[in-house]
């Protein structure tokens, strides 16, 4: 049975974005639920029930969650691990202008494999350090990137789609990648 | 609870159909309770946000159950209301219905 396949994604990203220690408890209803839905009406249906009830969840379980009392401490790990990103953003910036020789092109491509990295390694630290200071440095990625986009910060003229990529892949990057390769992965599997 | 602070309506809601379920009963099956008594379509969310809260005021304790494969392998979190929680509840009824009493015949008038 492969009760949350048409919603791996989401599954994902609501392992990522719910806090403890009810993460576990709403995913698996979302997919009880929805295994039970699809048999007594259609796919379709039963996916359009389980993609509503995620998006309207998550809003209060994190208001919830900011409400609780760890939100200081979560956001100070989190501005920590932003220092230390900055720093390895400008490390590799430095790095990669030195031993590669200076060119449009190379920067374009070579820029987003740099930021998602780093923001792939940063939201693994921040999990590891605490679970909540991931949604605050999504947060702050965001931010970030929206205010380099809006400041006009690159050379080189790019499409909308790309800095676009930069400003939706950075946060998901921070989110998803320590449900996917951290040690929080749980043993129920997202199938 | 404190003398003159009143349960929230959803939490008010929630714990009366813990009540009802007895035992102890899953996000899921609190908000089809509600669904199927009230008709208000609530989010499991809103329904767990609610939950944490009650159980952060002691009103109702939490346990995790049995991981079941239709739950792709996921343990379910059951509730149950505490004294507390039911205490609450009554001075919660008492207060609407002293508040309420004698307004039954000026409804047609609001």
Redesign the interface.
Known sequence: ?R??SPQTFL?LLLESV?PD??R??????????Y?LRVESTSRFRASCWFWS?AC??????V??WLC?GNCFLNMSVAVGVFIVMATLKFAADLTISKLVSPDQTTDVILAPIVFLTITAIGGCVAARIRRGATLFLALMVTITVAILIELKVCSSPVPWWYQFGFLTLGPLAVMITPTLFGPLK?????? | MKRGELLGSLEHIILLALVRLEGGA???IVRREIEERTGRNI????V??T???LE?KGYVSSFAGE???????????LFRVEAAGKRALQISEQTIRSMSAGLKDRWGTI
Request: positive net charge; glycine residues 10%.
């Open positions: 049975m009760p949350c599954c719910l220690p009810y576990e408890a709403i995913i698996g209803d979302l997919i009880e639920q295994t009830q309207r969840s998550v809003p209060p379980m208001w919830c609780s749980q043993q129920g599997s997202v199938t | 899953h996000g899921m989010s499991i969310g809103a767990y946000a939950l944490a809260r952060a991981p079941t494969p239709q739950r792709g392998g996921r343990a379910t979190r």
